[in-house]
């Protein structure tokens, strides 16, 4: 029984490419991984690990990698590139229609490269998101709707409000989301000569100052 456990065990190992099989530092490094209609591509040089078997069913696999034009290195490891693409990067490199920062293999399937919070960072400091007040170092990425958010410390703060700047990776533009909580907004009556300390708590009464938000009403 063990000796069966440890056959298996072999012919399994077999099936399947080791992780310095797979890598590559160039397209030319990989070839299909000998086998009936395989899927993976390897590193030449471990070719002779595997025997090719003396005889194939004639189907044809429109996924498999039949010939070195099959295969490509994709971030140092090699890739069937007939196979459905997992990310931009291998879409992109599989040949499939690239426009801007989108990678399309059908109309279901649509790729969007990521943009980086540096270049996010960029794009926001030049846009309305400064204007209204400084960026935090607080942000993360969403990839549902592909947009970086950059917390946003606005001057006047709004009252019930947390904003963001909202930085889009397909149009590259920037808004600010508000996230206000309620649907009572405030007015702004910074600088009118009155510190607004006491307010109302309605629509259209004067946002709440003080010292630290409105310096030049509140001495």
Known sequence: MRILIVLALILLAGCTSSPNELTCATDGDCVPQPGCHSHNCINSA???????PDACT???DSQAAYSPEDCICVEGLCKNKNLEPKNFRECEAAGYNVTGNQCRVNEELVFTQKMS??????IAQNSICTQEGALLNTHFFNENSKTWWIDLKTNPERQGCSPACVINAVTKKAEINWRCTGLI???DLCGN???EEIVC????CPCAENKASCPQDCI
């Open 201 to 204: 708590q309605a629509e259209g």
């Open 193 to 195: 000569g009155r510190c």
């Open 46 to 52: 471990f070719i002779g690990n595997y025997k090719q």
């Open 185 to 187: 907004m405030c007015k």
């Open 58 to 60: 004639l189907i044809f």
């Open 117 to 122: 919070y540096e270049e996010a960072l960029q």
